[in-house]
């Protein structure tokens, strides 16, 4: 008896791995591999792949930043033109976002816009991630801005990560700048890129919302999720494959059977991960049942979106 096919529910395309930030809680900054773009045929085969299906979003994003690609906007336009109906996210830190790009942003479909500002303390700002403040204010200023052409993006949200540092002040000062712009604010606790970064959440035992999405580095080798920054547990590669082909193979379904039977602490790297975010996809009602109980555990007693938490053992039984 064949197998049900399955679908992601998100398609993820490193275009570049190249970041002009220097954040010391994401591993961009010390990844092993090379610098690169994708290439035009590579980018253009897996968009024509994700027509096979229905695909509920795409991010032209994964290790990198969307905007050091010179050829991102023609990217996006290609997206929007060969998946009309799919919804197009874009993550950026703002700093390389100009006001030139943001109105040409205008001129497409952008479903979301993701700016990681992380503070608006200048002295931390440009301490940490490594970029002028002011530029990249006048930046998200420019794209958060009323204009005749209409929105940026039909959602904009400026997301902070807390670290061991932030204090309130700066959470007040985010969240009024927010208002302030008519931007969403996401702020969240730190993620440990499956132990390779310091972060005090242990690991929850729910599945992961990660098992339910395809992530493409710029070489078209997979990555078991966006945090497995150098591919060293992925699913293979795009270029001989089709994505559906991928999402869909042995060591692919085994990682999602593993997390949704409540063996996500067994599967090596995810037992060393603390991603918070839930998946309920594809599970009987019991298992469903199990996973939504142990999820409010989880949030209930570390509080991922509370600005401090405790400095707790990475490991967890809820």
Not at 129 to 150: D, H, I, Q, W, Y
Not at 211 to 221: A, E, K
Not at 247 to 254: D, V
Request: net charge positive; charged share 25%; aromatic share 8%.
């Amino acid at each position: 008896m064949s197998q049900k096919l399955e679908y992601p529910r998100l398609v993820s395309i490193e275009t570049t791995n190249r970041c002009n930030a220097r954040c010391n809680f994401c591993p961009n900054h010390s990844l092993a591999r090379n610098r690169r773009l994708m290439p035009d045929e590579l980018f253009q085969k897996i968009i024509q792949d994700c027509k096979e299906f229905p695909l509920p979003a795409i991010e032209p994003f994964l290790q990198g930043e969307p905007f050091m690609d010179p050829q991102i906007l023609e990217r996006l336009a290609y997206i929007n033109n060969q998946l009309p109906n799919t919804a197009l996210r874009i993550y950026s830190n703002g700093a390389a976002l100009t006001p030139n790009k943001s109105d040409a942003l205008r001129e497409l479909n952008i479903d979301k816009l993701y700016i990681s500002l992380n503070t608006i303390n200048k002295a931390k700002y440009e301490e940490v991630v490594g970029l002028p403040f002011e530029r990249t204010m006048n930046n998200v200023r420019a794209l958060c801005a009323s204009n005749p052409k209409g929105p940026v993006a039909k959602v904009i949200t400026l997301r902070m990560t807390l670290v061991e540092d932030t204090t309130p002040e700066e959470v007040d000062a985010f969240k009024s700048l927010c208002r302030e712009l008519g931007a969403r604010p996401m702020i969240v606790g730190l993620f440990n890129y499956k132990g390779d970064i310091p972060a005090a959440l242990p690991v929850p035992c729910y599945p992961c919302e990660h098992i339910d999405r395809l992530d493409i580095m710029s070489n078209g080798q997979t990555t078991l999720c966006c945090m497995d920054q150098e591919g060293e547990y992925g699913w293979g590669s795009v270029i001989d494959r089709s994505v559906l082909e991928v999402f869909n193979s042995e060591q692919a379904r085994l990682v999602r059977q593993m997390h949704r039977t409540g063996e996500r602490c067994k599967l090596t790297p995810c037992n060393r991960c603390n991603l918070f975010w839930p998946s309920f996809s594809n599970l009987s009602p019991l298992w469903k049942m199990k996973h939504a109980l142990s999820y409010v555990k989880y949030f209930t007693r570390f509080q991922p979106l509370k600005l401090r938490t405790p400095a707790i053992n990475n490991q967890s039984n809820v």
